[in-house]
């Protein structure tokens, strides 16, 4: 050896042990710097390499929430235990997937908070708070909700509920930059997580029950520079176009109703990457109104409505679509989580996308070109008779709730799959889906498009039903799920054959994402409380751990220093979770994480806290008493429609204190509770309106006191409220 090569090889030996001498401590500001800087376009396209980690919300590109880590099995499964668990100190629901890089476990909850913890000892390291405006409060549909992060060379991102993109530095918590992502108009919010595609974040939103133009966006991850815009119906036709493709798009329309109310069709959750195809496909929501006889008189298949759309990662241009359903009247957005795998289908190798979209069937797709493979129904459904071999529905008679009469369909606008993440096992080649179970009465009375408008929403108000003496059409199938009972299915669906393989019904409503694994388990947190780990062969359970409160967010896998832990974060909430609830108590948000002969003491599950049934009583008119039951569907009942059975996330207004009775006026038409999320409604509902609700309250508060039945509780409000209306219809 030269003393040249001897010298170089003294100095590498010098730069080793001073790097080693440096270690960086794990869960430090260093580490986390390091680890996360990593994290690539390459690194994001091999995520399955990178087994122990959590990268992207669905975990790889293509969604799967499959993992391959072995560790935990059906042999020792009896062993997992609590590691640790963290409460957070608020009771708002979380839907949230975090991403865990090295044991550093990143995540959104309610309100746009983010934290960052270290998984080896359920610590947090940092916290970062959006500050959200409350003025923006109102025009939320579900809740302070938000799916998740995205990361990607050192940054987070997050896309918060007034409407910014934030970059946030993942080892100090830090903005790096935010910009807005909305216009000013008040209908737009996000709770849906961003995707990084080759350096740039793309976005979408919602808001389509408030009239939102839907659209998608990709920023510049470095800088926040916005780098293409994708509309997903067209606005004024008087205008130019955004994109060429909107000419197309704007055949399908018809009035003017649409672009002057802003047509709907927002992404506000499935965003998937291709980074092979470089093609970006996305979920597109329901119309604006809900009811194509509002929105678009006379008909049309109104696109991009309801529709999967791939555009090119690059530039954002329309590459092909598919519209699940033509017409969208029922709420039946395309919005839910998209899956890609490769499957072998006759004897070919095809690249699919696939999709259980909320109107009750299962998509299986060519996503090089978006040409139809098959469909079936994933739940019960009556609005369609079938899947005709274009891809295209079939429609029932009476599906369109225009004749007059009320008509019981299924699914309802909570769809047969919502927002829940789907799990593909590539082991089993099943896709495991939580299913709803639920119809609702759709129907279109006399002036139902005022009345929605009045209300501030483009939705419920036209299309669900709520003249309780108006003609309704059940039905009959002994399939069909009952009126006003919300149910749900976990099932093991096989994309090829397209068909149920097994399924658990679960007799509650609001069930969170699913996980599953190598060793063949899946895993799921459900509605009342209860993390459970089933065979994916069978469902049959394995293990089962109490958490509490009702579960929705999705459960991760990941390794710390070689040891596999499991993590599900709890928190109730979500749009059902307002409104209803299987515990008797609502507990504090709380980070649950689990490992093999973990023996952590789990957090204390407090007594039940139900405020008792208001005293206060009324005198009013059946006339009155009618017209409450009118007023508390248009403006209360979205939000609280329990009255005297329980609080849910949002109050049983039934279960109030005399004080909010007396400042009834101040709350519900002046709006002191806006920062809490309440409305006012005095633009639109009259003080006599007001005492009217009032005594429809007293009066329901009464009938639950009286024991009285849902039956003849309905037939007493179906009579008062043909009164009220004989009465109003008299008067005008
Ligand atoms: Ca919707």
């Known amino acids: 050896m030269t003393n040249l090569l001897k010298g170089i090889f003294l100095v590498g030996i010098i730069l080793l042990t001073a790097c080693q001498a440096e270690k960086i401590t794990k869960g430090s500001q260093a580490h986390i710097a390091q680890v996360t800087a990593a994290i690539d376009d390459k690194m994001l396209a091999n995520a399955d390499e990178y087994k122990g980690d959590w990268l992207s919300y669905g975990r790889n590109y293509s969604e799967t929430r499959y993992s391959e880590l072995t560790q935990i099995n059906k042999e020792n499964i009896g062993e997992l235990g609590l590691a640790w668990a963290t409460e957070l100190g608020f009771t708002k629901g979380i839907q949230a997937t975090p991403i865990v890089v090295d044991g550093i476990m990143f995540f959104s909850?309610?309100?746009?908070?983010?934290?960052?913890?270290?998984?080896?000892?359920?610590?947090?390291?940092?916290?970062?708070?959006?500050?959200?405006?409350v003025n923006k409060f109102p025009d939320l549909c579900c809740g302070f909700a938000n799916r998740g992060l995205a990361i990607y060379k050192g940054d987070l991102f997050m896309g918060t509920l007034d409407g910014r993109l934030i970059s946030i530095d993942a080892a100090t918590g830090t903005k790096n930059w935010e910009v807005m992502t909305i216009p000013e108009d008040g209908k737009h919010s996000i709770t849906g997580a961003p995707r990084i595609a080759d350096g740039k974040v793309i976005i979408g939103n919602g808001g389509a029950e408030l009239g939102a133009r839907g659209f998608v966006s990709a920023y510049d991850a470095a800088t926040g520079k916005q780098i293409w815009r994708f509309y997903t119906v067209p606005g004024?036709?008087?205008?130019?176009?955004?994109?060429?493709?909107?000419?197309?798009?704007?055949?399908?329309?018809?009035?003017?109703?649409?672009?002057?109310?802003?047509?709907?069709?927002?992404?506000?959750?499935?965003?998937?990457?291709?980074?092979?195809?470089?093609?970006?496909?996305?979920?597109?929501?329901?119309?604006?109104?809900?009811?194509?006889?509002?929105?678009?008189?006379?008909?049309?298949?109104?696109?991009?409505?309801?529709?999967?759309?791939?555009?090119?990662?690059?530039?954002?241009?329309?590459?092909?679509?598919?519209?699940?359903?033509?017409?969208?009247?029922?709420?039946?957005?395309?919005?839910?989580?998209?899956?890609?795998?490769?499957?072998?289908?006759?004897?070919?190798?095809?690249?699919?996308?696939?999709?259980?979209p909320k109107n009750g069937f299962f998509y299986v797709l060519d996503r090089t070109d978006g040409s139809f493979i098959s469909a079936n129904n994933y739940v019960y459904q009556n609005w369609a008779k079938g899947i005709d071999e274009n891809g295209r529905p079939i429609e029932a008679e009476g599906a369109r709730y225009t004749d007059g009469q009320v008509h019981w369909i299924a699914p309802s606008m909570m769809g047969g799959h919502n927002w829940y993440p789907m799990s593909y096992n590539p082991k089993t080649g099943l896709v495991y889906i939580p299913t709803n179970?639920?119809?609702?009465?759709?129907?279109?009375?006399?002036?139902?498009?005022?009345?929605?408008?009045?209300?501030?929403?483009?939705?419920?108000?036209?299309?669900?039903?709520?003249?309780?003496?108006?003609?309704?059409v059940y039905d009959k199938n002994p399939n069909a799920p009952i009126p006003w009972v919300n149910a749900t299915r976990l099932i093991a669906w096989d994309p090829i054959a397209q068909k149920e393989v097994?399924?658990?019904?679960?007799?509650?409503?609001?069930?969170?994402?699913?996980?599953?694994?190598?060793?063949?388990?899946?895993?799921?947190?459900?509605?009342?409380?209860?993390?459970?780990?089933?065979?994916?062969?069978?469902?049959?359970?394995?293990?089962?751990?109490?958490?509490?409160?009702?579960?929705?967010?999705?459960?991760?896998?990941?390794?710390?220093?070689?040891?596999?832990?499991?993590?599900?974060?709890?928190?109730?909430?979500?749009?059902?979770?307002?409104?209803?609830?299987?515990?008797?108590?609502?507990?504090?948000?709380?980070?649950?994480?689990?490992?093999?002969?973990?023996?952590?003491?789990?957090?204390?599950?407090?007594?039940?806290?139900?405020?008792?049934?208001?005293?206060?009583?009324?005198?009013?008119?059946?006339?009155?008493?009618?017209?409450?039951?009118?007023?508390?569907?248009?403006?209360?009942?979205?939000?609280?429609?329990?009255?005297?059975?329980?609080?849910?996330?949002?109050?049983?207004?039934?279960?109030?204190?005399?004080?909010?009775?007396?400042?009834?006026?101040?709350?519900?038409?002046?709006?002191?509770?806006?920062?809490?999320?309440?409305?006012?409604?005095?633009?639109?509902?009259?003080?006599?309106?007001?005492?009217?609700?009032?005594?429809?309250?007293?009066?329901?508060?009464?009938?639950?006191?009286?024991?009285?039945s849902p039956i003849d509780y309905m037939t007493n409000i179906a009579q008062m409220q043909y009164l009220a209306d004989q009465q109003k219809a008299l008067k005008d």
């Open 437 to 472: 179970k639920q119809s609702a009465p759709y129907g279109q009375s006399k002036g139902a498009a005022d009345t929605d408008v009045a209300a501030g929403g483009l939705g419920w108000n036209a299309s669900l039903s709520t003249k309780l003496y108006m003609p309704t």
């Open 502 to 708: 097994w399924g658990i019904d679960q007799p509650i409503f609001n069930n969170g994402g699913l996980l599953s694994t190598a060793t063949g388990l899946l895993l799921q947190g459900d509605a009342a409380g209860m993390f459970t780990i089933r065979d994916v062969k069978d469902g049959k359970e394995l293990w089962s751990f109490d958490v509490r409160s009702g579960a929705i967010a999705p459960p991760v896998t990941y390794l710390v220093d070689g040891e596999q832990y499991i993590t599900i974060l709890v928190g109730w909430g979500g749009a059902p979770g307002l409104t209803q609830k299987y515990v008797d108590r609502i507990h504090t948000g709380t980070i649950y994480t689990f490992k093999l002969g973990g023996k952590a003491t789990p957090p204390k599950k407090l007594p039940a806290n139900e405020q008792p049934l208001t005293a206060l009583r009324t005198k009013a008119s059946p006339e009155q008493i009618g017209n409450g039951w009118n007023v508390w569907t248009q403006f209360c009942m979205p939000c609280h429609p329990t009255l005297g059975t329980g609080n849910a996330a949002n109050p049983d207004i039934a279960r109030s204190s005399n004080e909010i009775f007396d400042n009834f006026d101040e709350i519900v038409r002046q709006g002191i509770f806006l920062a809490k999320g309440m409305p006012g409604f005095k633009d639109a509902m009259t003080k006599e309106e007001l005492e009217d609700l009032k005594s429809y309250i007293f009066y329901s508060a009464q009938a639950v006191e009286d024991g009285m």
């Open 236 to 356: 004024d036709p008087n205008q130019p176009f955004e994109h060429p493709d909107l000419k197309e798009a704007v055949k399908t329309w018809n009035g003017d109703v649409w672009w002057q109310q802003g047509g709907g069709g927002t992404v506000w959750d499935a965003i998937v990457y291709d980074p092979e195809l470089k093609l970006i496909y996305i979920g597109v929501g329901n119309g604006a109104h809900w009811n194509r006889e509002f929105r678009s008189p006379g008909g049309g298949d109104n696109l991009y409505l309801s529709s999967i759309v791939a555009l090119n990662a690059e530039d954002g241009s329309y590459q092909w679509h598919f519209q699940t359903t033509p017409g969208e009247t029922w709420d039946y957005t395309a919005t839910q989580p998209i899956i890609l795998a490769d499957l072998t289908i006759e004897g070919q190798q095809r690249k699919v996308l696939m999709q259980a």
């Open 109 to 133: 909850a309610p309100k746009n908070v983010v934290y960052a913890f270290d998984t080896r000892t359920g610590k947090e390291i940092w916290r970062f708070d959006a500050e959200l405006d």
